[in-house]
């Protein structure tokens, strides 16, 4: 199973990314697949995630500014990010979740958000 998170980098505040992430070695449209957040000296934390049917949840910090999205023909999850802030800025992690099926994590993509 390999998840490959692929998008951050240095920007400004108000600006926009957008985060992709491909999967393969596992049945794509059966999992919840989740962005999560690590910034230095805290803990990882969730952002977004969407259901294989579409449903989506997201962090209070992030409400209103990201959305996360998927495309089950390609594999991909995309968190688009907007507005974004300083405070945004982390290490952004894909999982792939399925119950009794797995728990899997890509490797991060930073994101730095100067002010």
């Known amino acids: 199973v390999q998840l490959q998170a692929s998008g951050g980098g240095l920007v400004q505040a108000g600006v926009s990314l957008r985060l992709s992430c491909g999967a393969s070695?596992?049945?794509?449209?059966?999992?919840?697949m989740g962005w999560y957040r690590q910034a230095p000296g805290k803990q990882r934390e969730l952002v977004a995630t969407?259901?294989?049917?579409?449903?989506?949840s997201y962090a209070e910090s992030v409400l209103g500014r990201f959305t996360i999205s998927r495309d089950n023909d390609k594999n991909t999850t995309y968190l688009q990010m907007n507005s974004l802030k300083p405070e945004d800025t982390a290490d952004y992690y894909c999982?792939?979740?399925?119950?009794?099926?797995?728990?899997?994590w890509g490797q991060g993509t930073l994101v730095t958000v100067s002010s």
């Open positions: 999982n792939a979740r399925q119950y009794r099926a797995g728990n899997y």
């Open positions: 070695g596992i049945t794509f449209r059966r999992y919840d």
């Open positions: 969407i259901s294989p049917t579409g449903a989506t």
